[in-house]
């Protein structure tokens, strides 16, 4: 009897052993241990969600992930081109291309596949006041009867809550203004986006006519919906800075907001992404839908903002999305081999 126990003991210990060596044998076989990531993310807190679920892919892969560097578009190109970086999981294409050709294009980045389609950006006003004035297009604004509307300082010029300097959309802004006439009426308002947002959103509240630039996906259409509260401006033609001088912007629908409709793409630093086919695998074929990223934007602005809650969202969005994540890490495993 003794000798069967004993017997039974050997077994399941041989058995445990296996298992062991099974678990580490796999745990070196990730095509990613020892060597380190470096993620970049501009300073708009609500890319740190898209940004921490491809870091969670690449944990998973078994990449040893740093910190988040926050760091502007223009300098963040050059330093994943520059190898300062490894990622930046929201290059806007195309409103970053200047960007992107000015770090060296393709021979210094990493872009396949995309993140997030479907983006669209443009100017917004209330739509009390559309319907009131008949305000459908921003070179209305061109008279200053109609720019005063949106007058909130008193100068009686048009007001328009902007884009951060560094982000390329104030770019595109600036040129609007020269090109469609709108010079001598409208004030661009840059700084803090989401200091201006929030106080153009109080001044809707309390009834006052409002004149925005925004983006989707991104919270603010959560709150302000366009349809309901405000509508799109459309614009009196095509034209765009730089690189885009002759690009159409029209929408499929006709629709002409002033801006390409973009995609967010994940790029990375060339030398590295060839030298690991998982992680270059892996940013080619993960997708997040705007829907997504918009309903963890607005969960932000309702206060879920600190890197504790954006944590706990990103693992949520994995684990409820579990088996598309599990795809993306096998596929990308496949890609080492």
Same mark, same amino acid.
């Given at each position: 009897m003794k000798l069967i126990k004993l017997k039974r003991m050997l077994q399941l210990s041989a058995a445990a052993a296996v298992i062991s060596l099974g678990g580490t044998a796999q745990a070196a076989d990730l095509p990613g241990k020892g060597i380190e990531v470096q993620p970049l993310k501009s300073s708009i807190a609500e890319e740190t969600f898209q940004t921490l679920v491809v870091m969670k892919a690449l944990e998973a892969l078994g990449y040893d992930v740093k910190p988040i560097k926050e760091i502007e578009y223009a300098a963040g190109h050059i330093a994943i081109a520059n190898g300062d970086g490894t990622f930046l999981a929201d290059h806007w294409d195309p409103l970053h291309v200047d960007f992107y050709n000015k770090a060296g294009g393709d021979e210094k980045l990493y872009r396949e596949g995309v993140y997030s389609g479907g983006a669209l950006q443009g100017y917004l006003i209330d739509k009390k006041t559309a319907d009131k004035y008949g305000i459908k297009n921003v070179g209305q604004l061109k008279d200053p009867k109609i720019a005063k509307l949106f007058d909130s300082n008193g100068d009686g010029k048009a007001d328009l809550a902007g884009c951060n300097p560094g982000w390329g959309c104030e770019k595109v802004i600036e040129h609007h203004l020269d090109t469609y006439g709108l010079r001598d009426t409208v004030t661009h308002n840059q700084g803090s986006y989401g200091a201006i947002i929030a106080d153009t959103i109080a001044r809707y509240k309390q009834g006052d006519s409002i004149f925005y630039y925004t983006w989707t996906p991104y919270w603010v259409s959560g709150v302000l919906v366009p349809g309901?509260?405000?509508?799109?401006?459309?614009?009196?033609?095509?034209?765009?800075?730089?690189?885009?001088?002759?690009?159409?912007?029209?929408?499929?629908?006709?629709?002409?907001?002033?801006? =390409?409709?973009?995609?967010?793409? #994940?790029? +990375?630093?060339?030398?590295?992404?060839?030298?690991?086919?998982?992680? &270059?695998?892996?940013?080619?074929?993960? =997708?997040?839908?705007?829907?997504? #990223?918009? +309903?963890?934007?607005?969960?932000?602005?309702?206060?879920?903002?600190? &890197?504790?809650?954006?944590?706990?969202?990103?693992?949520?969005?994995?684990?409820?999305?579990q088996e598309l994540f599990d795809s993306w890490i096998a596929e990308a495993k496949k890609a080492a081999m």
């Open positions: 309901k509260d405000v509508v799109w401006l459309q614009v009196p033609f095509s034209s765009l800075p730089g690189a885009r001088e002759n690009v159409d912007t029209s929408l499929p629908d006709g629709s002409n907001y002033g801006f =390409q409709a973009n995609t967010q793409r #994940i790029i +990375a630093n060339r030398a590295w992404a060839e030298a690991n086919p998982a992680a &270059a695998k892996l940013f080619a074929i993960m =997708q997040l839908s705007n829907n997504d #990223i918009s +309903a963890q934007n607005l969960r932000m602005r309702d206060g879920e903002k600190s &890197a504790a809650d954006i944590e706990r969202h990103a693992d949520a969005w994995i684990k409820g999305h």
